[in-house]
């Protein structure tokens, strides 16, 4: 069958809450998607940060096929050891004490803020609790994680949104100082702002987020759901800042491809908030994914991943401010590790469409940034290879 006519069944029977390239991609290969036609493409979009091994790597392939013949699932009444050994590596990497594994990373957000307004309600007995987000912010589309994602236009058509919500400005420990009340039972940003346009915290800001939030007993819940599992060259982003949260949530890379998340929190937390009966799921932690979490956690310690981005890092950002003193329309070039965004005053969804065009996957930010979140295996013959094509894009601006 033609592409078009999978694009014409897709449209008749899948509902419309994307609007999707024309490309049905098949299969992958290294840091390369292919279409069903053949076409070959440079994905520097990593399905959004998922795919950090790239594709078709055949140890986290092969533990997969090993997992499917030996157990895919039976719930969590029961003990099962890829699950127990994923969640010791975790812990491990990450520095905190105790984790959740969930099937995505907006269920690791609302375990996030149940477990920050469980801990209130323990300390208190009251119900009014509320929580601190940034403008700009994104946490997800389920109705919690809506809650405390910053950009009205995914908030308005569903409110009232549970919980109540108040919201600081990024980058501005004033602004969050400003909206803390005695109800406050938490404070959540991401480390790194992606879909808000590419903007990491300052230090000086997410020091003092957190000597706030010691100063009045109030929980810092980092999002690394995007920046994290090494994207920014540390395991985790808030680990460069030294900044350790009270609750984290991450996904994406955690499975590089299998939909798992989780969030974590210190032993303190733990022991003062949620309970057996609190929360649960019947996917979540599984003994397939536990396999995929085992596997991506042994590749990433053995291979240094994170080293291996600082060392690529530097390369990519040169190539995109080079960018930046040739073309006018390019306002800014901004980012941290392989999370990076190029700030344009043309139609970014226009450019992101040519590139396609060119072979080159990358997606965008916001309303006006070109964002690069590439599988994080990528050598400096790719960043040379995207540049060469995004250049034939900016030429027909220039």
């Known amino acids: 069958m033609e592409m078009k006519q999978w694009m014409e069944q897709a449209e008749a029977h899948i509902l419309h809450t994307y609007n999707r390239y024309p490309v ?59 699950t127990i050994e994923a969640a010791e590596k975790l812990c491990e ?6 984790v959740f594994f969930t099937n995505s990373g907006t269920e690791a957000i609302e375990g996030a803020i149940k477990a920050a307004k469980k801990y209130a309600y323990e300390k208190d007995g009251k119900t009014d609790h509320e929580i601190i987000a940034m403008e700009h912010s994104f946490h997800g589309r389920t109705l919690g994680a809506l809650a405390v994602t910053g950009n009205a236009h995914y908030r308005e058509p ?9 919201f600081a400005r990024y980058n501005d420990l004033e602004s969050v100082k400003e909206q803390v009340t005695d109800k406050t039972c938490a404070v959540i940003l991401e480390t790194v702002q992606g879909e808000g346009g590419v903007y990491p915290a300052q230090e000086g800001f997410l020091n003092g987020i957190r000597q706030l939030c010691e100063e009045r007993d109030i929980l810092l819940i980092l999002d690394e759901i995007q920046c ?28 590089c491809g299998v939909p798992v998340g989780a969030f974590l929190m210190t032993e303190k937390v733990a022991k003062g908030s949620l309970k057996p009966g609190d929360h649960g799921t019947t996917y979540g932690g599984n003994p397939f994914v536990g396999a995929a979490v085992r596997k991506v956690l042994e590749i990433f310690e053995r291979e240094k991943i994170p080293e291996h981005v600082r060392e690529v890092s530097g390369y990519l950002e040169e190539r995109l401010r080079r960018f930046q003193e040739t073309y006018a329309f390019v306002k800014d070039s901004r980012g941290v590790g392989l999370i990076r965004g190029l700030e344009l005053s043309i139609p970014v969804g226009e450019v992101s469409a ?27 013959e790719h960043i040379d290879e995207m540049a060469e094509k995004l250049e034939n894009v900016f030429r027909q601006y220039a």
């Open 228 to 255: 994290g599992m090494g994207r920014t060259g540390h395991m985790f982003a808030w680990q460069g800042y030294g900044v350790k949260p009270d609750i984290m949530t991450c996904a994406k890379a955690l499975g």
């Open 354 to 380: 040519k590139a396609l065009e060119e072979g080159l996957i990358v997606i965008t930010a916001g309303s006006d940034v070109l964002r690069f979140v590439p599988p994080l295996v990528i050598e400096k």
């Open 93 to 98: 990497a990450s520095g905190m004490d105790r």
């Open 24 to 82: 049905v991609l098949e299969r992958g290969e290294g840091v390369y998607l292919y279409d069903t036609e053949g076409k070959k493409y440079l994905d520097f979009a990593a399905g959004i940060a998922v795919q950090a091994l790239g594709y078709g790597n055949r140890e986290y392939n092969d533990a997969l096929k090993a997992q499917i013949d030996r157990l895919l699932h039976t719930s969590n009444l029961y003990y099962n050891q890829p």
């Open 158 to 166: 569903f409110e009232p949104l549970p919980g109540i919500v108040r």
